[in-house]
């Protein structure tokens, strides 16, 4: 009853959203106002409508309907009931249809927050909204319904599902990563509705810039607990692989990172208009082709969904219409734009021009290296993989360029900065961060890619705190006054500018500090890692609602004292038949102790990684504050105000 | 020249300068960093590479599992169903590795035809079932009949 | 020149959309099977249903399908009615009964119809490794002369089926 329930009100909104993509551009050409005007109600009835067939999913789920085929595949009787939500988003057709509730969601934000926009921008958006919103539905409709039924004879018990996803971090994760993914189609859509109505002035810019700052926040954040998640379940304590589908996270992030400030420039001064519309495509686009590369089988991948090629030819087909069309009505658009205002070199446009080619470089080096075995197929030269050495090798400098002079751009003033003022700051922290950061790497012996890496942290934290106070002890008023009446824009920048340098940190510290061994270990065993004893006591059977369990029993003592007692778990999935490493964890600020077990590897003996991870955390703290800095500045008071009649 | 116009040149060499090393930067690493797949049978005819990093892959041989009783040291087969080759490999397999599955490993051709991993990756297929499961499914049903049986006796 | 410009996102996005789209059907996890091209290799099998035993010379002298299946593979059920409509189309297929138990297999079938001109019973699963399957369900395309010339990796279905067929020919 609920599947089809389900199903039938799928169809429905794929109708309403139809509508809500043709009805206010009719309005528009024709100038009918009433037509213009359907877009809200059409909106959120179509929300209103995929959310039954979502809730209707999640009845299946619960009521353990295993004549429902997604549910018989994904599902079980044994499953945890929290288990049996997150389930609903396991597998492709019920993630999909999370991802299209998501798009209905941020359309909805923007329906009930029209009256913000102009009467014509409003429902153009809504309207270039709708298009993605037919696109997905009927990629959803058409190839992968979730409420196909197999009947006369419907399995007793299904399939289960997969183990690496059960599991708190994958409840949280794929909700928050589709936010940021999908949170991109509004600018897009605000960005493609500049084109249409030609009205390629900076208040587009103005519009869209608190939903970019939200989505950003939300993917930075999707990307953070990913990489948290990878660390503790994947059992090998890596905490980022380079792994197409990361990629496929981490293109649309680095290519938003450059949105969000091109936005900001538009915004204030006028320049790089048609760059920051095709920057707001390029953003989307690369979260569309992140769906398309998990969706379609054509990379392999970790994460990725089972392959089937009609998938793939329809997403792909979506990715045409939507990116082939938008960019098209861009080259023949754009044309028209012409950036009145002009700007100087040493002005903080030119800072943040630099900005965007050098995260825009960093977008196309890892689109590079993700596409390239697939470049090599195509063109007939083998089968290849590029591995992280590639990513890290071409990464890691252009990204400590980055943060250079991410940390001059605040310094600077628009249009045109003195030299003496951005000079003072620099020499002083050159000094700060060179004497410091060499103090710390002569102290513990590290490298000159430490070196490095933490001069610049050092430095980006100098020249924020200069700025921010140098902003702060002008005037009269007394500094906490003062303080208070920065823009949350600002302490959004500050925040996640620090939360960049506390993940660089994080990183460093990881990789030429940390301490990894895999060794041959009987219950009784001891071994010592990086000042760490661990002390193998011993592993006992037990048994968890879907799975077997091997507890192992670790204990940890740093000079003769305990400092942890750890139990990792080999569980063994009974429905799946799929082993699963459950690594156990003594998180510390400065340091994590990572102990697995590998595979039994005799009677007794047990192969057992043990790790000492310093400073890890960092890396998942900074991300944190990233989210942290996006959400206030979309939060910026600025962006509340209403639109002036017209 | 124009001022404007040289704006714009100091821009488009900033650009071009940027790019350039980036492409280098790229194209440097791409070099070293990336490895072809090469199937048993391609090994056995001599194609592959020796002392290169390459990734060799095809179906666990039963029975050709071979542990070292002191240290993490393991040997096993892989076969594309025509030639099989030898795998070494010192560190902890993954939890998917099974004899019959189908493996990737990535390392080294040495010497004595021996390939030496430096990483083993097993890869699950999600598309279908292992024959395995069915038993569990059964497993799961006939254990849902007796909870209900007894239930029905209390 | 600026226009010229303007379409160079959109080129570069047409270029990457025809790599991607000859990508697509290539299973990258994919391994060529090195059967193709052989013949079928040898064995002797328990036919289900009259207990005879089946060999090599008992194959079909026209092309036809080998398709691995099991009571207890959830793909099989879903692909079951479309082997059905292929074998009344006039399509021949042997089945085999991979891993599976002789009951249930003759109630699948006097449930379900049977599409297969016979079953073979892989009931240890030795078949199945020879042939070099992964999974059920698995389907082998072997021509005339009995050299096998396809494999498909999970369920046959009325989208997938024009390639099969393809090469059926």
New interface residues.
């Given amino acids: 009853m609920f599947p089809e329930l389900g199903q039938f009100s799928l169809i429905l909104s794929l109708f309403f959203a139809l509508s809500l993509a043709v009805l206010p551009l009719v309005g528009y050409w024709k100038g009918n106002r009433l037509l213009l005007e359907t877009a809200r109600p059409l909106t959120l009835i179509m929300s209103m409508l995929v959310l039954v067939g979502f809730i209707s999913l999640c009845i299946a789920f619960l009521s353990d309907d295993f004549s429902v085929?997604y549910v018989?595949?994904n599902s079980?009787?044994?499953l945890p009931i929290w288990y049996k939500v997150s389930a609903v988003w396991g597998?492709h057709e019920g993630s999909l249809l999370f991802w299209v509730l998501i798009l209905c969601g941020w359309c909805s934000a923007v329906a009930l927050k029209i009256r913000t926009l102009p009467a014509d921008v409003g429902p153009i958006v809504l309207a270039v909204l709708g298009i993605v919103c037919v696109g997905f539905l009927s990629f959803l409709l058409f190839t992968s319904s979730p409420f196909v039924r197999?009947l006369p004879?419907a399995?007793?018990?299904g399939?289960d599902l997969?183990p690496l996803l059960q599991d708190f971090g994958l409840i949280v994760h794929p909700p928050v990563l589709y936010m940021g993914y999908v949170g991109f189609s509004v600018a897009f859509a605000f960005a493609v509705a500049a084109l249409i109505t030609g009205n390629l002035n900076a208040s587009w810019a103005r519009w869209a810039r608190p939903w970019t700052a939200a989505s950003w926040a939300f993917l930075t954040l999707g990307i953070t607990l990913g990489s948290w998640w990878a660390y503790y379940e994947l059992?090998w304590g890596g905490w980022w692989f380079w792994d197409p589908v990361e990629n496929a996270s981490f293109m649309p992030w680095l290519s938003g990172t450059a949105l969000l400030h091109s936005l900001a420039v538009t915004e204030k001064r006028g320049v790089f208009k048609?760059w920051t519309v095709?920057l707001a495509?390029?953003t989307f686009?690369l979260s569309l082709l992140g769906a398309?590369l998990v969706r379609?089988?054509?990379?392999?991948s970790v994460h990725s969904?089972?392959?089937d090629?009609?998938r793939?030819?329809f997403i792909?087909g979506l990715?045409?219409v939507l990116?082939?069309g938008s960019?098209?009505l861009?080259?023949i658009r754009?044309?028209q734009v012409r950036s009145t205002v002009?700007f100087g070199?040493s002005g903080r446009e030119a800072w943040l021009?630099?900005n965007n080619?050098?995260l825009t470089?960093l977008t196309?080096?890892v689109l590079?290296?993700t596409?390239?075995p697939?470049?090599?197929?195509?063109l007939g030269l083998?089968?290849?993989?590029?591995?992280a050495?590639?990513f890290n090798?071409?990464f890691s400098?252009?990204a400590l360029l980055l943060m250079v002079f991410m940390a001059v751009g605040p310094l600077s003033r628009w249009h045109q900065t003195s030299a003496n003022a951005l000079l003072v700051p620099c020499v002083i922290a050159v000094l700060v961060s060179v004497s410091v950061s060499a103090g710390l790497v002569y102290l513990l012996g590290f490298g000159v890619t430490a070196f490095i890496s933490l001069a610049v942290a050092m430095w980006v934290v100098v020249l924020s705190f200069y700025d921010w106070f140098s902003k702060v002890s002008a005037g009269t008023k007394g500094i906490i006054p003062r303080a208070r009446q920065l823009p949350r824009n600002y302490y959004g920048m500050l925040l996640a500018h620090l939360g960049m340098v506390v993940t660089l940190v994080g990183i460093v510290l990881v990789t030429v500090n940390s301490e990894e061994s895999?060794?041959?270990l009987s219950p009784g065993d001891q071994a010592t890692v990086a000042g760490y004893e661990f002390r193998f006591d011993r592993v006992e059977q037990l048994k968890g609602p879907n799975y077997l369990s091997s507890k192992g029993q670790f204990t940890a003592y740093k000079e003769g004292k305990q400092v942890a007692v750890l139990y990792p778990e080999k569980r063994f999935f009974?429905?799946?038949?799929?082993?699963?490493?459950e690594a156990a964890l003594d998180a510390g600020f400065t340091r994590d102790l990572y102990v697995s077990l590998?595979?039994r590897?005799?009677e007794q003996a047990w192969?057992?990684?043990v790790y000492v991870k310093s400073f890890v955390r960092w890396i998942w703290l900074g991300g944190l504050l990233m989210m942290a800095g996006g959400l206030l500045a979309a939060l910026d008071k600025r962006y509340r105000k209403r639109a002036r009649a017209i | 020249m124009h001022p404007l116009r040289r704006k714009r040149l100091i821009i488009i060499i900033a650009i071009l300068l940027i790019l350039s090393s980036a492409v280098g930067l790229v194209m440097f690493a791409l070099q070293q960093n990336i490895n072809l797949f090469f199937s048993p049978t391609q090994i056995a005819s001599g194609e592959a590479p020796q002392q290169a990093t390459i990734r060799a892959g095809g179906v666990v041989v039963e029975g050709s599992v071979k542990r070292d009783p002191q240290t993490l040291y393991v040997s096993f087969d892989v076969t594309d169903y025509q030639y099989s080759m030898t795998i070494e490999y010192l560190g902890i397999l993954p939890d998917l590795f099974r004899e019959g599955q189908g493996i990737v490993a990535q390392g080294s051709m040495m010497a004595n035809g021996v390939f030496k991993a430096t990483q083993v990756l097993a890869k699950h297929d999600e598309e279908y079932m292992a024959p395995e499961v069915s038993d569990a499914l059964k497993n799961a049903q006939s254990k849902r009949v007796t909870v209900t049986e007894s239930a029905l006796s209390y | 020149m600026r226009k010229f410009f303007l379409f160079f996102p959109f080129v570069a996005f047409s270029i990457l959309s025809v790599v991607l789209y000859v990508q697509i059907g290539k299973d990258a996890n994919y391994m060529p099977s090195a059967l193709i091209g052989q013949t079928v290799p040898e064995f002797t099998l328990v036919s289900l249903t009259d207990d005879e035993l089946v060999s090599n010379k008992d194959l079909p002298n026209q092309p036809y399908l080998i398709n691995f299946w099991g009571t207890w593979c959830a793909a099989c059920h879903v692909e079951h009615p479309y082997l059905v409509q292929l074998a009344r189309s006039g399509v021949v297929i042997v089945g085999v009964d991979y891993k599976d138990k002789k009951s249930l297999a003759e109630q699948w079938l006097n449930k379900k119809g049977d599409p297969y001109r016979y079953v073979l019973m892989d009931e240890l699963g030795h078949f199945g490794v020879d042939m070099g399957i992964t999974g059920a369900p698995e389907t082998f395309v072997v021509d005339s002369q009995g050299v096998v010339v396809y494999r498909h990796q999970g369920e046959i279905n009325a989208q997938n089926w024009p390639v099969i067929e393809g090469y059926l020919q």
């Avoid at chain 1, 379609?296 to 392999?300: A, P, W």
């Avoid at chain 1, 697939?374 to 195509?378: E, K, R, T, Y």
């Avoid at chain 1, 083998?382 to 591995?387: E, L, T």
């Fill in positions: 085929l018989a595949q079980n009787t044994q597998s197999i004879d399995p007793l018990d399939g997969n059992g048609s095709l495509i390029f686009s398309f379609s089988g054509v990379l392999t969904f089972a392959a090629p009609t793939g030819v792909l990715l045409i990116i082939g960019l098209l861009y080259a754009a044309a002009s070199l021009l630099l080619i050098l470089v196309l080096t590079l290296g596409l390239y697939l470049l090599f197929d195509v083998g089968k290849i993989s590029v591995g050495p590639y090798a071409v400098p252009i895999m060794l041959r009974t429905t799946r038949q799929q082993v699963m490493t590998g595979e590897v005799d192969g057992v990684r």
